[in-house]
Structure formats: C-alpha cells, structure tokens
C-alpha cells in the first residue's frame, strides 16, 4: 500500500531517497520460487511536522512476519550479553514494582531479553507475530502469545493480566505502520507509575555513518529523539531519559513515561540539542545524505569489480536483512559475490533475495576461505573479527562499506 502522507502526522511526504524495487528483506528463497519473488518499490520520505523518515511503501506485515521468519536473535553471542544487560538495567531501575511486578515485550523474537526476567520468576507477557519464533520462546519457558500488537489487544490484555509495569521492545517498534494504535495501546498498557522502554536503530548515527542499509522492508521508521518525542506526545507519555547504545550499528533507548510522573533527566535536553545541531530537523540534511548513499554504491561496485578483474574469490558475511539493500540497490549479484555464508539454518542452502547469491553453512567458508570477504553484518565487526583471527592471520581482508567503502 502507497502512503505518500505521513504516518504520524498525516501531512505529505518529501520524498528522500528511491532504492528502486527491492525484495523482503528476509526473503531467503529457494530456486523453485524465483520467478513468483515478491518485489515492493522502496522509496524513503520526510515529514517536517513529526521529523519522521520513513518508508513511502511498505509491504502488508502478514508478508514480512510469518512461519518461516529467518531471524532469530539468540544466534549472536554479542546480542545474548546486550540483551543481559537490558534486563539487569530494568530489574535494577526504579521503575519495576517491588510487589508482583509485570513486564511485557513487544516483538519478543526468541526470548532472548525476556528469559532473563523469568529466570528471576518475574511474570511476564512476550508478544511475537512470528509464530515459528514465538514457539521457540515458548520452549525456553517465556510466556508468549503470537499476535499483532495495537490498541485492541492491549485492552484484551489488560483485561486478563492487568496492566504493566514495564513494556519492552528492541528492534521492533520501527518496524510497525500502524505507529498510532501501537502508542494507544502502549498507554492503556501502563500502570501510573509505568514506562516504555525501547530501543532501535538511530536515525543520527544512520546518517552520520552512511549505513543507508537500515532502510529495508521491515523499517518502516528511522526514529530520532526528535520524532519519538512528537509521536509520543500526541498520547501525553512524554521522553524521561534517553540511553545511547552501540547494537546494530548504532541504536538508542527511549525511556517514556506519563506526563509529569518522572522527572526529566539531562539526557533529554542534551540529545533533542545534539539532534538540531545534526539537522536531523531538516529536509536539507536528507538531501545531503542521499548524496553520499549515492557515492558509497559507485566506490562499493568500483572496488568489488576491481578485485574481481584480478580473479580473487569474494564471500559475504552473514546473511543479513540488512544485506538485501546493499546487494539490490548497487545491483551486487554472483558475478561479484561468489557466496555468503551463515550460521542460522533456515537460510542455509537457499538464495539471497533478488540477485540470488547462494546462501552456504559457516563451515564452507573455514573450509574454503575466500580472498576477500565484504562485511554484510558490519554492526557485528568487533565480536566477528575476534572469531575469525584465523582467517585475518591467513592473509583474508575484509571489505566494508560502513562508515566509508575501504579494505581493511
């Protein structure tokens, strides 16, 4: 479905950036289903009232969310300790009950922030539309229902569990079109003394580092400090602390609670500045960054074609949503890519969505390393070069994109 009038604020787009026709961006598919591939034209707009970039067009959720989703986060050990650290920073805030304290997830994947809640014996709801994911939380002991969350679901929760302390999200919230019911949803949800708390990617460090990749299927939004304030403010919940973090390439926590519950902290004032100052306000700062996403296509299919001319041999790393924008929009099909590999078995021996580069084990790039490999899961840098020093010491180099096209 086309909206060319914001989500938020019901005002006309500007339009920022055309990727062309892109597929899902987790549409890892087999051979058979080539020629029925589903494609969407991906195109990112700006709206000056809610300081909202988002997606012009986005698929129906049934088409991206589903049985068969491919991502679950419990395959990275980086995102086990992060997410650690996300429930130890709840359980240890003042904003949990002391008395029979309530948590709900919004998007809970596989469990892997909220098994650390029901290991403690803390009740808890996880809300995941996925259902092969949400089975997978199910077995891990993490109470979860399969469903798309908005305004009416919560007030059938509310109904059978009461309301919540704390209502989670990670990575998730960006991904949602219907943003206003959410928020509704969101509010009925909280006791008075109750918060919000949710992370995603940043919209500042997405444009400061040229990660245009962030835009795929699944985020409809790029938030900012900015637009999370406007969003929320329509319900009355209001920015009580902001919490800057270094997952997926660069994220921030939103902290939000009722109107004048809380005090506000620093943090608030010292962001919302930070973001002005960047433009994040701007249509002009858009326009800029479109010329730099622009420029990292050309350098990226530049160096790749060079390397090739030299008859080298390039894998990619990690099969990543992520990914399908990079290979699509600088048209990177298996003429450049010999192969990506990747640990998560559902989308072994099947094929990247649109340029169709072969999907292999982990195990075939230990057992046949490439001369070079480009970096699809970049936001996982630190923990992926640690594992492959072997690869590094055998005389293998990395290609990146992010923040600019190099060697390593």
């Not at 990670?170 to 079109?177: E, G, K, Q, S, T």
């Not at 949800?189 to 299927?217: A, R």
């Not at 004048?260 to 960054?289: A, H, R």
Request: proline share 5%; charged share 25%; glycine share 6%.
């Amino acid at each position: 479905m086309i909206i060319s009038k914001c989500r938020i604020s019901g005002l006309p787009l500007r339009k920022v950036l055309d990727f062309g026709m892109q597929p899902l961006g987790n549409g890892f598919l087999e051979k058979k289903d080539f020629m029925n591939e589903y494609f969407f034209p991906m195109e990112i707009g700006f709206c000056e009232t809610s300081k909202m970039i988002q997606l012009i067009e986005q698929p129906l959720l049934e088409k991206m969310f589903h049985s068969q989703y491919a991502f679950y986060s419990s395959t990275s050990k980086f995102m086990q300790a992060h997410f650690k650290e996300f429930s130890d920073f709840v359980i240890n805030s003042e904003y949990l009950s002391t008395q029979q304290p309530f948590v709900v997830e919004l998007g809970c994947n596989d469990g892997i922030l909220l098994k650390n809640f029901s290991e403690k014996g803390i009740n808890h709801l996880g809300i995941e539309p996925s259902t092969n994911v949400a089975q997978e939380a199910n077995k891990k002991g993490v109470r979860t229902i399969s469903d798309f969350f908005n305004e009416k679901l919560a007030e059938t929760i509310v109904l059978k569990e009461g309301k919540a302390d704390v209502f989670l999200a990670a990575n998730v919230m960006c991904h949602i079109p219907d943003i206003l019911s959410v928020v509704k949803g969101i509010k009925k949800m909280l006791k008075p003394s109750g918060v919000v708390i949710f992370e995603d990617p940043y919209l500042g460090d997405i444009v400061t580092k040229t990660s245009y990749d962030q835009i795929y299927d699944e985020h409809v939004f790029l938030f900012s400090a900015l637009s999370i304030q406007y969003l929320f403010n329509l319900e009355d919940l209001e920015l009580i602390d902001l919490v800057p973090q270094s997952t997926h390439g660069g994220s921030m926590r939103y902290i939000l609670g009722h109107r004048g519950f809380y005090p506000i902290k620093e943090s608030v004032s010292e962001i919302l500045l930070k973001e002005k100052k960047q433009g994040l306000d701007q249509f002009s700062t858009f326009n800029k960054f479109k010329l730099k996403v622009e420029s990292s296509k050309h350098d990226l299919v530049e160096i790749l074609k060079k390397i090739k001319a030299k008859g080298k041999t390039i894998a990619g790393y990690a099969a990543t949503s992520k990914s399908t924008t990079i290979l699509n929009y600088c048209n990177i099909g298996p003429e450049l890519i010999d192969y990506i590999c990747d640990t998560t078995p559902i989308k072994q021996n099947k094929y990247s969505p649109g340029v169709h580069i072969p999907i292999v084990p982990y195990e075939f790039f230990k057992s046949n390393p490439p001369d070079y490999t480009f970096l699809l899961g970049w936001n996982h840098a630190k923990e992926i070069m640690i594992k492959e020093v072997d690869y590094i010491n055998n005389g293998g180099k990395w290609i990146t994109h992010v923040p600019e096209v190099k060697i390593l």
